[in-house]
């Protein structure tokens, strides 16, 4: 780990509380969901971590909880620095604050967020989902989502599969 | 047409185009997926008054495989064969970002030779994928012959893919560890006859397109974002380097030993489309520069691992020694296990950071391995500089930005 990064990971830790780990000289910093957007905009004007390169999640289900890591990824292009926060997140239907005013690459970062994990990111100035069809049901990259397949559908049975395709819960 | 006659989710749409667009006063315009324009299958919904673009909503999402889920169903080995598919353009740096990753979880060495080869692809790729860019960009200014020349040169970068990986575009010939085998001998001199060869050809295309006026009024001053703005958004690689900063991540934070390779971030100041286009045929030279040198130095020795506990052994070793036989039973059926925690790699892919971040879980599988594909980061953009300008612009934007739709969509 740089040496520059560690009174960044010091001002994390007195004001939000962060807690701090190294692993191959990698530094993380987990916060608590109710500071991301202050901390994100405490590391953009007051450290110089003016790139967001980076934001997606990893799913502990069953084992851990809380169930969500959201994982952001910060770089400071002056210095060289890179930082990742992980924000974890409890419950089956987590919700995450948006990022978008502070770094508008967010936006699609969350989108995916949303569509792939389900979890609701709350102010999100157009949070549809960005990979899957609009009319799709479940989060893929959640564990308990199984990895399926689709079934080929023939002339002599479109109809008898097409019954049992995922429909809109609507 | 008015928005509500429109045959996709009108309602959800209404927060990102004008007010206008309820009237009928501006026009909702599907551009793709199929437009040979969009360089893929990217669907752009166009609100148009008359030429003018008013809104450009982007739709991704129609390569999408699964990839990342499917990674956790597999072996850390066998899981890279999919890496390939992903930036179908940059076969070789999807890999060399998938290895480099791995490696770094488990702590992992690789031998110099290897790393030497592994830089000589990894800038023979960035050209062919520039090649492509060029040659679709230029096609889609209507300069058609330029698509001819460039597919002409990427097919001998094809060939020598094919020579050392057996495939041309699906190599799969990075492994963790090292390579999947040594180079043959015919790889030096169709490396040395490509790199000499190679210059004329871009002083070619150079006289066919810097001075040309058609494609000068097509790319000045079109699609301008400010360095601030590209870093807002973030935006890396070629076109975060043609709006003037020198961002690249073989200086800022080497790997594969790019520290010892005398080369030039490339970098223009007007953040247009002319700019970007500047950068990349700058890079042309820059890249040979590199392949150059690292053929120059080219060490001798091994080109994998001798860490038997994740590099399986040669075939040679199979008749003769038992514990190759273990080793190599071991790591076919089980594979190898990670440590449970997660890094992130970035590497320069010829679009700009590719980013995997991968976390193990004390298992022989991926527990999650994302990808962070510059296409998907810098089409972000395209919504905010594409505003106010013609539609054929737009498909000159669009060709600057380089997006491959297999890498914005995973």
């Known amino acids: ?170 | 047409m008015t928005i509500s006659q429109l045959e996709i989710t009108h309602d959800e749409l209404k927060h990102l185009v004008s007010e206008r667009a309820q009237t009928g006063e501006t026009l909702l315009l599907n551009m793709g997926p199929q437009h040979p324009s969009t360089h893929g299958v990217l669907r752009l919904l166009l609100e148009l008054d008359g030429e003018i673009v008013v809104n450009c909503i982007p739709d991704i999402g129609f390569l999408h495989t699964g990839i990342e889920k499917n990674m956790e169903a597999k072996t850390y080995e066998k899981a890279e064969v999919m890496t390939d598919r992903l930036d179908y353009l940059n076969t070789m740096g999807n890999n060399l970002a998938y290895c480099l990753a791995v490696e770094k979880l488990v702590d992992l060495d690789v031998p110099e030779r290897a790393q030497a080869i592994r830089v000589i692809f990894a800038e023979l790729q960035r050209i062919a994928s520039h090649l492509v860019w060029l040659g679709t960009h230029a096609l889609d200014l209507a300069a058609m012959s330029m698509f001819f020349y460039c597919l002409n040169q990427r097919e001998r970068i094809l060939d020598i893919m094919e020579m050392c990986a057996g495939q041309r575009m699906m190599t799969t010939y990075f492994r963790p560890g090292g390579l999947w085998r040594d180079v043959p001998a015919e790889f030096v001199p169709a490396v040395r006859a490509f790199i000499d060869s190679f210059p004329a050809e871009v002083d070619l295309y150079e006289g066919l397109l810097d001075k040309n006026p058609i494609f000068l009024d097509r790319t000045k001053g079109i699609g301008i974002y400010t360095a601030e703005e590209g870093i807002a958004w973030g935006i890396t690689g070629p076109s975060l380097r043609g709006s003037g900063i020198a961002y690249d991540l073989r200086k800022e934070e080497p790997y594969s030993g790019y520290e010892q390779y005398d080369f030039e971030v490339c970098t223009e100041d007007a953040g247009d489309v002319y700019a970007r286009y500047r950068v990349r045929m700058r890079e042309f030279r820059e890249s040979l520069k590199i392949v150059r040198q690292a053929l120059d130095k080219l060490p001798g020795g091994a080109v994998r691992s001798n860490n038997r506990k994740f590099v399986p052994p040669p075939r040679a070793e199979l008749g003769e020694s038992m514990e190759a036989v273990i080793h190599h039973f071991k790591l076919w059926t089980e594979g190898f296990p990670a440590p449970k925690n997660s890094i992130y790699m970035p590497v320069e892919s010829p679009r700009g950071e590719l980013g995997v971040l991968l976390e193990g879980d004390g298992g022989p599988k991926p527990y999650r391995c994302h990808w962070r594909t510059p296409s998907f980061v810098n089409l972000q953009i395209l919504p905010k500089i594409s505003k106010g300008c013609y539609v054929a612009d737009l498909v000159a934007i669009i060709g600057s930005i380089d997006i491959v739709l297999g890498d914005t969509d995973r």
């Open chain 1, 1 to 170: 780990m740089k040496a520059e990064l560690q009174p960044v990971l010091d001002a994390l830790q007195s004001a939000f509380g962060a807690h701090i780990s190294e692993f191959r000289e990698q530094a993380k910093a987990a916060l608590a969901v109710e500071h991301i957007v202050e901390a994100a905009r405490t590391l953009r004007d007051a450290h110089g971590f003016n790139m967001l390169a980076g934001l997606s999640a990893v799913d502990y289900w069953p084992e851990r909880q809380p169930r969500f890591h959201a994982v952001y990824e910060f770089k400071n292009i002056a210095q060289k620095l890179r930082l990742e926060v992980r924000v974890p997140l409890g419950g089956d239907e987590p919700k995450l604050p948006t990022l978008s005013e502070v770094f508008p690459n967010a936006n699609w970062h969350e989108r995916e967020l949303w569509d792939m994990f389900g979890i609701h990111v709350t102010d999100h100035p157009d949070l549809r989902r960005i990979l899957m069809p609009a009319d799709w049901v479940g989060h893929p990259l959640r564990k308990d989502y199984p990895l399926g397949y689709e079934e080929v559908q023939f002339s002599f049975n479109f109809k008898e599969i097409d019954q049992r395709k995922p429909r809109p819960q609507d």
